[in-house]
């Protein structure tokens, strides 16, 4: 890992000073963003944190991806343990100045995982009956919710790379979507806490997406626009955790 953990000059802020936890690494990720307006996503945020935005939009990601490589860092991978799929509904926040992910909601095929996540991370992970195929360059994805009583939703979809690479450039939307380090998550007495994660800068391409069924984003109260989502898709991605600490 020290590779990973010596190459931080893109990061817009120091690694955390204690010792990262778990490593994963994710393959075959979409990030599908829609524009949303502050006022409307507000009330659906929890107070503690700020609402971060880009042009004075907020934005709201689906994202669809598999996890291969977990382990915590002191232990090997555990066969049947090692790889999930996964699919998150996401937005853009700050907490004390640092920008962070929220999620709505983690779906996950792994049991395990899920519960988990629940405990150490306070995740709204929830689980779910997920398929993942491909077809040459092509990622076919389903994703049905089966939590015990968690609102039943679904998502399907294809998609692909383009051949052309799409880098972040500085002050860009997708630099502003990627390039966080951190996610923030509230226990159940209203604590928030901050997770702070690694990784390089994210290597991005244009993304080409058939959808089917996305009730996401629906079962959380938002509304999507009618309008084509912004796509990019990375291949894979080395991944650093940390635990979580409390934001005072």
């Not at 990061?11 to 955390?16: E, S, V």
């Not at 779906?107 to 779910?128: C, E, G, K, M, Q």
């Not at 195929?133 to 979809?157: C, F, K, L, N, W």
Request: proline share 10%; aromatic share 12%.
């Amino acid at each position: 890992m020290q590779p990973l953990l010596e190459n931080i000059a893109h990061r817009p802020y120091p690694l955390p000073k204690t010792r990262w936890i778990m490593t994963q690494t994710w393959n075959d990720l979409l990030f599908s963003h829609w524009p949303i307006k502050p006022a409307q996503l507000r009330p659906l945020i929890p107070p503690e944190l700020e609402l971060d935005t880009y042009e004075d939009e907020c934005w709201i990601g689906v994202v669809p991806f598999t996890m291969a490589h977990i382990r915590l860092r002191t232990l090997p991978e555990v066969p049947g343990l090692s790889a999930t799929v996964e699919l998150n509904v996401r937005t853009y926040v700050r907490a004390q100045g640092i920008p962070g992910v929220y999620f709505f909601s983690l779906d996950a095929s792994s049991p395990i995982a899920v519960a988990s996540a629940r405990t150490f991370f306070h995740l709204p992970y929830f689980n779910a009956q997920m398929r993942v195929a491909h077809e040459q360059d092509m990622t076919i994805y389903s994703s049905h919710r089966t939590h015990r009583g968690a609102p039943t939703v679904d998502y399907q979809a294809r998609y692909r790379p383009l051949p052309q690479e799409a880098p972040a450039r500085p002050g860009s939307v997708e630099e502003w979507f990627t390039e966080r380090y951190c996610l923030y998550a509230l226990d159940k007495r209203r604590h928030l806490y901050r997770g702070d994660i690694h990784h390089m800068r994210w290597p991005l391409w244009q993304a080409e997406l058939e959808s089917g069924v996305n009730t996401m984003a629906q079962a959380h109260g938002i509304t999507l626009p009618d309008t084509q989502p912004l796509l990019h898709y990375s291949h894979q991605l080395k991944v650093l955790i940390w635990p979580l600490q409390r934001v005072k």
